[in-house]
């Protein structure tokens, strides 16, 4: 199983990017799918989740401009950005929780696409 994480960019500030984070593999099913973002010299923080119902959840700090989506029958997470912030500069990682069938019967694993990097500038 490999998560593929795309559309980072630099932008200015006020502008918009749309980040999207692809699985493949023997994928029985996704669960829960987040974004995850690390500015330099911070912590990993969260950004954004979306439940297998369509459930979201935002961090304060990106309330109200991202919007978290998902595509189940691309087995595809995206994340729309809009009105970013220089604040908002960071590598952007996507997480799977993924359904496998194995010899011990389905077993979910947590997956981690390889980060795309955002920058706004001022």
């Known amino acids: 199983v490999q998560l593929q994480a795309s559309g980072g960019g630099s932008v200015q500030a006020g502008g918009s990017l749309r980040l999207s984070c692809a699985a493949s593999?023997?994928?029985?099913?996704?669960?829960?799918m987040g974004w995850y973002r690390q500015a330099p010299g911070k912590q990993r923080e969260l950004v954004a989740t979306i439940s297998s119902g369509d459930r979201s959840n935002y961090a304060d700090s990106v309330k109200g401009r991202f919007t978290i989506s998902r595509d189940n029958a691309k087995n595809t997470g995206y994340l729309q950005m809009n009105s970013l912030k220089p604040e908002d500069t960071a590598v952007y990682y996507c997480?799977?929780?993924?359904?496998?069938?194995?010899?011990?019967?389905?077993?979910?694993?947590?997956?981690w696409g390889q980060g795309t990097l955002v920058t706004v500038s001022s």
């Open positions: 997480n799977g929780e993924v359904a496998l069938s194995t010899v011990w019967g389905v077993r979910e694993y947590s997956f």
């Open positions: 593999g023997s994928i029985l099913s996704i669960n829960a």
